[in-house]
């Protein structure tokens, strides 16, 4: 009996440890969600020298891609063709489309900060879209903090914002932008069937499946326009292996995560700091200068970001997942007959 009691007490540890872990990933997953969401300008600029953007990009999912289905394969996770069908078009808007569409604009000229502005309007879009869906609606706080986290982009980004704005390369950007929020709005409204064994899907599943299918979206892109064969520079693969692991499996992953548990406002908004955290990035890889300007805008956008934060009675909404006040693990509750100093059961 002693033994049976040990045991069942370091169970409910673990459980208790386990929750407390959880907990601490739903609270650090946004700001780690910025920092790897920008680390994807550092590898874009880390290849640009030695290679063009589309091969670039296939060849971080010929990298991505195999290695994510080696491990579901090992996992054994098995898949319906409705979720099959359902993360293909998630992986063609939110991965392939944005991507693309990203990388095109700078490589007609747009600048970064202008391709960076445009982009912030997704949280806006996002949340008139949900409102008019009546998946949601954005209360004056919410609507003051869209505006606040939009205008610390403009400011972070500078003159840049007014400069060089070529009509293809805005078309590239916004084409990007609009793929992102559909993917994120989609990913909301249109509810993932259960695996096989009855289970939830996870982000690892996500991945996966958009990163096989952006893989040959890239393939037939690059092949088509003779781009496929990539560089002997070791810069290149450098940039490659920081894409994968840092901007696919860092952001991507991170972002899906974040989506999931705070909801489709929670996460557009949150890339808000991408252009200010993007340009702390490129100064400590490439010694750029980093104005006071692009540090006082990621103030603002982080005020309006702290704004935008969802309210309600526990401090979330129905699709913003668990509440930002109330998402610290219970404390275990006394079991009967035993002191209520010496915790028995952890909270599932």
Known sequence: MHVLTVHCEYTDLCAYLEGMRQSLLHRLAPGLLVVMWSSGFVGAALAAPVAPSTTTLLWRYVVAAPVMVVIVLALRRRYRWRYVRREVVLGVLGQAGYLYGVFRAVEEGLPAGTAALLASLQPALVAVVLAATGRGGSGLRQTLGLAVGFAGVALAVGPDAVAGTGIAGALWALGGMLSLSAATL???????????????????DSLAVQSVVTLVLFA?????????????????????????????????????YVLRTRGPVAVSTWLYLTPAVSAVWAW????????LLTIAGFAVSLTGVLLARPSGPRGATPSSGPADDDDRPAPPPRSPGRPASRPARAAR
């Open 220 to 256: 037939v892109v690059a092949f088509a326009a003779g781009e496929a064969a990539p560089p002997a520079e070791p810069r290149f693969w450098l940039a490659v292996v920081w894409l994968v692991v840092l901007a696919f499996a860092g952001g991507y992953g991170l972002y899906l």
């Open 284 to 291: 400590a890889m490439f010694g750029e200068a980093l104005p």
């Open 186 to 204: 989609l990913g909301t409204l249109w509810p993932a069937p259960s695996a096989p064994d009855g289970h939830e899907h996870d982000v690892l």
